[in-house]
């Protein structure tokens, strides 16, 4: 994932983008379900939002398995150690919050019994006994989970293009 001590490899530069263009999709898609109304057309973007939630998930278990066997590298070192911290520490609070989407997003359609389809690979079939609270509150948290991690993608991608802008200035 590293091609040297100084900078990220290409396949982690691959996941990092895949990553958030992802999460730009998910959240936009998220956001348009909500306001759709049933159809046929909407079942379609459920199943390729929950597929998309399932690979979001992976790339994040790739992600944080990753970082944990590889020391990230520091290609800015004009960086602060607070700006540093403050970018690890908003890479974990969206790596927790996507995690939790996928979560909640999977408990919300099997607690209110609906299957979850990985496009047309396979089918994870509801729970038959489903508790109401557990539906409503994984509805709702995945709701405004979402919201939350809306704004916490624009201040990471703002912070991103603050930090950038201020190293072309020093260089």
């Known amino acids: ?7 990220y490899g290409v396949a982690a530069r691959i996941l990092h983008w895949l990553f958030l263009a992802l999460v730009i999709v998910m959240l936009t898609l998220g956001f348009v379900l909500k306001q759709a109304p049933a159809s046929e057309h909407k079942d379609i ?6 597929s998309l939630g399932l690979i979001l998930l992976a790339i994040v ?3 944080l398995t990753s970082k944990a066997c590889i020391s990230v590298p520091w290609r800015k070192k004009q960086m602060s ?7 690890i520490l908003s890479q974990w609070i969206i790596y927790i919050f ?32 489903r508790p109401t609270f557990l539906a409503k509150t994984a509805a709702w948290f995945h709701d405004y989970d ?6 916490l993608v624009i201040l990471s991608m703002g912070f991103t293009i603050f930090c950038y802008l201020n190293e072309r200035v020093i260089e």
């Open 61 to 63: 278990i790739i992600s």
């Open 146 to 151: 979402a919201y939350l991690l809306a704004v």
């Open 98 to 129: 996507i995690s939790l989407q996928a979560i909640t997003g999977m408990l919300r359609l099997l607690l209110s019994g609906e299957n979850i389809q990985f496009f047309s690979f396979f089918t994870i079939d509801y729970l038959q006994k």
């Open 45 to 50: 973007l459920i199943i390729l939002h929950s």
């Open 81 to 87: 150690k607070q700006a540093k911290a403050a970018m």
């Open 1 to 7: 994932m590293v091609d040297n001590n100084s900078d």
